[in-house]
């Protein structure tokens, strides 16, 4: 299994950005997946995730900006992030699950696959 994230970079406040992971090895349309992220001192925080069923969570500090889908076509998982602020800076993860549901509150060692990370930088 293999998942490799594109899209990051750096952004003015307010702007957007489109994430993405392929999948390969790997059936995004039947499982649990998830966008992790860590900033510079900051824990990993598990930020937008969706089910086999595509019904999508949000932490709280992205509700409203951020939207996660999949496109089952392409194996492909995205990040929408609108209206961007300097505390979104960090690292971010796609992470994949065996199974097709998604724990109410994510947590690390549920995820069997993981991306190597791209950055985003707001400023």
């Known amino acids: 299994v293999q998942l490799v994230e594109s899209g990051g970079g750096s952004v003015q406040a307010g702007g957007s950005l489109r994430l993405s992971c392929e999948a390969s090895?790997?059936?995004?349309?039947?499982?649990?997946m998830i966008w992790w992220r860590q900033g510079p001192g900051k824990k990993r925080e598990g930020v937008a995730l969706?089910?086999?069923?595509?019904?999508?969570r949000y932490a709280d500090s992205v509700k409203g900006r951020f939207i996660i889908s999949k496109d089952n076509a392409k194996n492909t998982l995205y990040l929408q992030m609108n209206s961007l602020k300097p505390e979104d800076t960090a690292m971010y993860y796609c992470?994949?699950?065996?199974?097709?549901?998604?724990?109410?509150?994510?947590?690390?060692?549920?995820?069997?696959?993981w991306g190597q990370g791209t950055q985003v930088t707001v400023s």
């Open positions: 969706v089910d086999s069923y595509s019904d999508p």
């Open positions: 992470a994949a699950a065996r199974r097709w549901y998604c724990s109410d509150t994510p947590y690390e060692a549920e995820y069997d696959y």
């Open positions: 090895g790997y059936t995004v349309g039947r499982n649990c």
